[in-house]
């Protein structure tokens, strides 16, 4: 799909949603390490300010068309990746959705069964479609976790059921290919000023959703430890479901701290 003139010169980054919000600022956190990212996203066109904020620093960066939810557009995007590009050194699942936001009775069970094919299936097809090369370089997979996948809030069952699998799935890959080389990290972001934040306050279900904006912390923080984590490795911090809201984290990253 859609490239800059620049080619990597070393590993690359698969992220998914990265149109906008933590993804959009963890793409171009990658390119500040010299991580060229693939954008797999669903529109390409929405992902062009950030491929052209990665073309600025002079990181090669690339537009694939991916949707989680079906395996056989992951297995094309990842296809395309390999054969323009030769190399996936990391993965970062950070597509995701918060609707259906309403009680359990209340929600549409096609809406329900299709938030865990977002939320945790689509992470499951993107790590299956790249594991062989991901186990070829030794690779990172990097989740994209929340406090919800540990604690029940009012109207969010899907969220937080599709959550705590998505947890469960990091521990699993890790325990299965931890021994083969492969880094598996879970982090949760905390409460960002996102798009989803958003639709989490315009409706309005639960205590989320009266957080003020002004209270909400920009994506650079969990986009720079997302960089971070890609970048260094660290073996001792796998396993747990790491959070922004570790200061010791944010400092041993060296990244600054929500406002």
């Given at each position: 799909?859609?490239?800059?003139?620049?080619?990597p010169?070393?590993?690359?980054?698969?992220?998914?949603g990265?149109?906008?919000?933590i993804?959009?600022?963890?793409?171009?956190?990658?390119?500040?390490?010299?991580?060229a990212?693939?954008?797999?996203?669903?529109?390409?066109?929405?992902?062009q300010?950030?491929?052209d904020?990665?073309?600025?620093?002079?990181?090669?960066?690339?537009?694939?068309v991916?949707?989680?939810?079906?395996?056989a557009s992951v297995?094309?995007?990842?296809a395309?990746?390999?054969?323009?590009?030769g190399?996936?050194?990391?993965?970062?699942?950070?597509?995701?959705?918060?609707?259906?936001?309403?009680?359990?009775?209340?929600?549409?069970?096609?809406?329900?069964?299709?938030?865990?094919?977002?939320?945790?299936?689509?992470?499951?097809?993107v790590?299956?479609a790249?594991?062989?090369?991901?186990?070829?370089r030794?690779?990172?997979?990097?989740?994209?976790?929340?406090?919800?996948?540990?604690?029940?809030?009012?109207?969010?069952?899907?969220?937080?059921?599709?959550?705590a699998?998505?947890?469960?799935?990091?521990?699993?890959?890790?325990?299965?290919?931890g021994?083969?080389?492969?880094?598996?990290?879970?982090?949760?972001?905390?409460?960002?000023?996102?798009?989803?934040?958003?639709?989490?306050?315009?409706?309005?279900?639960n205590?989320?959703?009266?957080?003020?904006?002004?209270?909400?912390?920009?994506?650079s923080?969990?986009?720079?430890l997302?960089?971070w984590?890609?970048?260094?490795?660290?073996?001792?911090?796998?396993?747990?479901?790491?959070?922004?809201?570790?200061?010791?984290?944010?400092?041993?990253?060296?990244?600054?701290?929500?406002?």
């Amino acid at each position: 799909m859609k490239t800059n003139a620049v080619l990597p010169v070393g590993r690359v980054a698969l992220v998914t949603g990265a149109a906008r919000g933590i993804g959009a600022a963890t793409v171009l956190a990658l390119a500040q390490k010299g991580i060229a990212p693939v954008l797999a996203v669903r529109d390409p066109q929405a992902a062009q300010a950030a491929a052209d904020a990665v073309s600025a620093l002079g990181v090669a960066c690339r537009i694939e068309v991916c949707d989680v939810a079906d395996y056989a557009s992951v297995q094309r995007c990842v296809a395309s990746v390999l054969k323009a590009w030769g190399r996936i050194d990391i993965v970062i699942n950070n597509a995701g959705q918060i609707e259906p936001q309403a009680p359990l009775a209340q929600t549409d069970p096609a809406q329900w069964a299709h938030a865990m094919q977002v939320n945790l299936v689509g992470p499951y097809n993107v790590i299956h479609a790249a594991l062989s090369e991901l186990l070829h370089r030794k690779g990172v997979v990097l989740n994209v976790s929340t406090g919800a996948a540990h604690t029940p809030r009012d109207g969010w069952s899907a969220y937080c059921t599709s959550k705590a699998g998505l947890l469960m799935l990091s521990r699993s890959v890790l325990n299965e290919y931890g021994k083969e080389g492969l880094s598996v990290y879970s982090l949760q972001p905390g409460l960002v000023d996102t798009a989803m934040q958003g639709l989490i306050r315009a409706q309005g279900v639960n205590e989320i959703s009266r957080i003020p904006q002004e209270k909400l912390a920009p994506p650079s923080v969990s986009a720079g430890l997302l960089a971070w984590l890609a970048d260094t490795m660290p073996k001792d911090l796998m396993g747990s479901d790491l959070s922004v809201n570790d200061a010791g984290l944010l400092a041993r990253a060296g990244v600054a701290g929500a406002m």
